[in-house]
Antibody, heavy 123, light 108 residues
Framework: EVQLLESGGGLVQPGGSLRLSCAAS????????MSWVRQAPGKGLEWVSTISDSGGRTHYADSVKGRFTISRDKSKNTLDLQMNSLRAEDTAIYYC????????????????WGRGTLVTVSS | EIVLTQSPGTLSLSPGERATLSCRAS???????LVWYQQKPGQAPRLLIY???SRATGIPDRFSGDGSGTDFTLTISRLEPEDFAVYYCQQYGNSPRTFGQGTKVEIK
């Protein structure tokens, strides 16, 4: 059974930093692309970032490019999201997600999701 | 980027009724690369349909998807109590992947 467990959320001031982590189990972590998707309170879903199975390719939404960095550790089966220069509009639940095996050439969808971790950016 | 518009915003129905949810794209979705998710309060999204019409593992056959180009539909043939939730469509034919704003299916 796929399990994805996020941690690291919390309250941070505008301009501050936070590092989210996701512990993955129940599948061969090194063979799947992984993503972060967020959901602002009472709002819809927004893709944030994706990292390839090898970690060699990363993609970011324009809204976080230059501020967030996605990474993965295949020895620990963990996915991380380093978030810098945080803004109020980054307040959301952040979901760790396992991307599907078969996708398009340019994008994908997520077949499994964690329960999320809440990030609140406020003074 | 492709904008997905879902309608209606809220659908009020009774258990046993048929639900039809719409997802319209601002431009054609390549090769019908469209999925549907279900989300219940306080829970993560759950994959229902991928590739426009293929049910994900464990999804009951009362859920079906259809469509092509810019118009896609999720149908729930007979609503069960556990089906009342918010449903999102998402396209993955173009980068970035984008989501619709959601349709809430509520008990009438």
């Amino acid at each position: 059974e796929v399990q994805l467990l996020e941690s690291g959320g919390g309250l941070v001031q505008p301009g501050g930093s936070l590092r989210l982590s996701c512990a993955a189990s129940g599948f061969i972590f090194s063979t799947y692309d992984m993503s972060w998707v967020r959901q602002a309170p009472g709002k819809g879903l927004e893709w944030v970032s994706t990292i390839s199975d090898s970690g060699g390719r990363t993609h970011y939404a324009d809204s976080v490019k230059g501020r967030f960095t996605i990474s993965r550790d295949k020895s620990k089966n963990t996915l991380d999201l380093q978030m810098n220069s945080l803004r109020a509009e980054d307040t959301a639940i952040y979901y760790c997600a396992k991307d599907a095996r078969y996708c398009s050439r340019t994008s994908c969808y997520s077949s499994d999701w964690g329960r999320g971790t809440l990030v609140t950016v406020s003074s | 980027e492709i904008v997905l518009t879902q309608s209606p915003g809220t659908l009020s129905l009774s258990p046993g009724e048929r639900a039809t949810l719409s997802c319209r794209a601002s431009q054609s979705v390549s090769s019908s690369y469209l999925v549907w998710y279900q989300q219940k309060p306080g829970q993560a999204p759950r994959l229902l349909i991928y590739g426009t019409s293929s049910r994900a593992t464990g999804i009951p056959d009362r859920f079906s998807g259809d469509g092509s180009g810019t118009d896609f539909t999720l149908t729930i043939s007979r609503l069960e109590p556990e089906d009342f939730a918010v449903y999102y469509c998402q396209q993955y034919g173009n980068s970035p992947r984008t989501f619709g704003q959601g349709t809430k299916v509520e008990i009438k």
